[in-house]
């Protein structure tokens, strides 16, 4: 099993300030890596696949980078609607399949 | 518009079996890989099990293996997930969700999502 960790548990930021996220593979996942939003009451919203690609209609204030075991989203200018939970999630071959880290908090300063 | 409505959930009492659907709707589905998440309350996600397009692939989380099956029909559009010995730490909001790929090796990452079912298990 591949374990995803994610730092820091929650991040405190100003709006329009920068943020950025991180995530650990506990092997080596290349570059099959996604980040997700989620807000309370919803459903999570793919942000970026392939560890820096970003998914159709994700403004490009929010980027992606890494490969391997170590991954970073960044958010360049954080707006209001921005604070909500990030999780991470590697994706394999068959069984591995997927895991999701534990998830970032962005919380208003 | 892909839609993905998940039904079947409710409170049930441990040991007991629970069968949960999903429609799925606006994409064709014998293309993609799908997948159950789960999140219980006030916690992260969690994946459950995936099947590929075809049924070749399935793989479950070690927390679930050996109690649950999923299953998919693909001219009936729908994806399931058989429940059975229930435990406590099983409830949770149940996500039916898309693999962007087809699954023929392995999963790529989930581009659409349900809004949930909810399972509560409890005595």
């Known amino acids: 099993e591949i374990v995803m960790t994610q730092s820091p548990a929650t991040l405190s930021v100003s709006p329009g300030e920068r943020a950025t996220l991180s995530c650990r593979a506990s092997?080596?996942?290349?570059?099959?890596l996604a980040w997700y939003q989620q807000k309370p009451g919803q459903a999570p919203r793919l942000l970026i696949y392939g560890a820096s690609t970003r998914a159709t209609g994700i403004p490009a204030r929010f980027s992606g980078s890494g490969s391997g075991t170590e991954f970073t989203l960044t958010i360049s200018s954080l707006q209001s609607e921005d604070f909500a939970v990030y999780y991470c999630q590697q994706y394999n071959i068959w069984p591995l399949a997927l895991t999701f880290g534990g998830g970032t908090k962005v919380e208003i300063k | 518009e892909v839609q993905l409505v998940e039904s079947g959930g409710g409170l049930v009492q441990p040991g007991r079996s629970l069968r949960l659907s999903c429609a799925a709707s606006?994409?064709?589905?014998?293309?993609?890989?799908m997948h159950w998440v789960r999140q219980a309350p006030g916690k992260g996600l969690e994946w459950v099990s995936g099947?590929?397009?075809?049924?070749?692939?399935?793989a479950y989380a070690d927390s679930v293996k050996g109690r649950f099956t999923i299953s998919r029909d693909n001219a009936k559009n729908s994806l399931y997930l058989q429940m059975n010995s229930l435990r406590d730490e099983d409830t949770a909001l149940y996500y039916c969700a898309k693999d962007s790929g087809s699954g023929v090796v392995g999963p790529t990452a989930v581009d659409s999502w349900g809004q949930g079912t909810l399972v509560t298990v409890s005595s």
């Open positions: 092997q080596s996942v290349s570059s099959s």
């Open positions: 606006g994409f064709t589905f014998d293309d993609y890989a």
């Open positions: 099947v590929s397009w075809n049924s070749g692939f399935i």
